[in-house]
């Protein structure tokens, strides 16, 4: 069986909320195995024999949304992807500070010609290298008030995602890992 992260978009924010308890029941209920959550901002790390990440993002969806009643979307990473976002981190070198790094985990490789409209608005010192399916970040001013967060990514790459903070990708790489 392999070790998976389930990244929920949008949980426990802005009145959207979802126990973590209920959402390791849910998951054992489903047949994910070892089912551990992680903070309260909608990360859950599980063992499965499936490997279709997107059937298996289906799965838990509309478990959520049929037997704890919240819309969400869930984004799929194996143990072996985020060992392999861990090595692939862009920033790591520059001395910057992880609390300021954070990877936009994305639904699909977007488009080349998106990546490439993608424009850094005046005024951010924003840094961003998109990888596959995931976006590196670094926020030298702080992530918190910045205008290059997910809404731009979703909207500049047409397609939906969620965000972690570098130490929650960490844990979750050391998570899914055992």
């Known amino acids: 069986m392999a070790r998976y992260a389930a990244l929920l978009r949008a949980v426990n924010v802005g009145g959207r909320k979802l126990q973590m308890t209920a959402l390791r029941e849910l998951m054992v209920a489903h047949g994910f195995a070892d089912a551990t959550t ?6 859950v790390v599980f063992s499965a024999g499936a ?3 997107a059937a298996i993002a289906r799965k838990i969806e509309r478990g ?4 704890l009643g919240v819309t969400t979307r869930v984004i799929i990473r194996s ?3 985020l060992a392999a976002v861990l090595k692939q981190h862009p920033f790591a070198g520059a001395g910057s500070d992880p609390r300021k790094v954070f990877v936009t985990f994305l639904a699909r490789a977007p488009e ?6 993608l424009k850094v608005p005046t005024g951010e010192q924003v840094q961003f290298v998109v990888v596959g399916r995931d976006v590196f970040s670094y926020y030298p001013d702080g992530y918190g008030r910045s205008k290059v967060a997910l809404p731009f990514f979703e909207k500049g790459l047409d397609m939906y995602g969620t965000a972690r903070g570098w130490n929650t990708v960490v844990k979750l790489a050391e998570l899914t890992a055992s």
Do not use: H
């Open 38 to 43: 992680y903070i309260q901002s909608g990360n």
């Open 64 to 67: 959520i949304v049929d037997e």
């Open 51 to 53: 490997t279709d990440e």
């Open 79 to 81: 143990g072996t992807e």
């Open 112 to 117: 080349a010609g998106r990546v490439a409209a």
